[in-house]
Nanobody, 123 residues
Framework: QVQLVESGGGLVQPGESLTLSCAAS????????MGWYRQAPGKSRELVAS???????VYSGAVEGRFTISIDSAKNTVYLQMNSLKPEDTAVYYC?????????????????WGQGTQVTVSS
């Protein structure tokens, strides 16, 4: 189907910036929506930002105005630019993609998750 590989996590100080990348690969596929979720220790996974068809972006209230999601359709890659990072942004960030792929029996839907990348904001 479709595989997602994330990169860009790390340790930063409060107020600094970080950019996450997520590249989708597979045989024949079409991307619909891509998004970033995060999961902090002891908490459930939550939506951070999503983008549909490369145009409509949605953000959680906790990150709106600080984070920007964008997509490079030619590279099948989604980015999350994170500015003014706070300690409460510390979490494992997961990439998600939905769309359809051409398999053995024709077009079918898919939903894929990346392996997760750790973001730690601490002084």
């Amino acid at each position: 189907q479709v595989q997602l590989v994330e990169s860009g996590g790390g340790l930063v100080q409060p107020g600094e910036s970080l950019t996450l990348s997520c590249a989708a690969s597979g045989t024949i596929f079409r991307l619909g929506a891509m998004g970033w979720y995060r999961q902090a220790p002891g908490k459930s996974r939550e939506l951070v930002a999503s983008i549909i068809s490369g145009n409509n972006a949605v953000y959680s209230g906790a990150v709106e105005g600080r984070f920007t999601i964008s997509i490079d359709s030619a590279k099948n890659t989604v980015y999350l630019q994170m500015n003014s990072l706070k300690p409460e942004d510390t979490a494992v960030y997961y990439c998600n993609a939905e769309g359809d792929y051409y398999g053995e029996y024709g077009w079918d839907d898919f939903g894929s998750w990346g392996q997760g990348t750790q973001v730690t904001v601490s002084s």
